[in-house]
């Protein structure tokens, strides 16, 4: 998987865990303080995120541990 497959999948389990928290796009970008446009390309797999605001999304969102082992073997197969 490259980079931009990672941010693709990374962005469709977004927005799957803001939807299982009936939350808009509208209303997690006010929580997150950033831009409605700027989250919908976070979703979409066309924009990237900083560390912090990862955090914010996790604790928000309440993602579970699971994803987070995900992503990271997903990196890691990566740099095989």
Do not use: W
């Not at 409605?36 to 924009?47: D, F, K, T, W, Y």
């Not at 996790?58 to 740099?79: A, G, R, S, W, Y």
């Amino acid at each position: 998987m490259d980079n931009e497959q990672l941010l693709m999948h990374f962005g469709e389990q977004l927005r799957h865990y803001r939807k299982q928290n009936d939350l808009t796009i509208q209303e997690l970008a006010e929580k997150l303080d950033i831009s409605n446009n700027h989250l919908g390309r976070i979703e979409r797999g066309v924009s990237d995120t900083t560390i912090t605001k990862f955090y914010r999304m996790v604790k928000i969102l309440d993602i579970p541990c699971h994803f987070l082992d995900e992503m990271k073997q997903i990196v890691q197969d990566q740099n095989k």
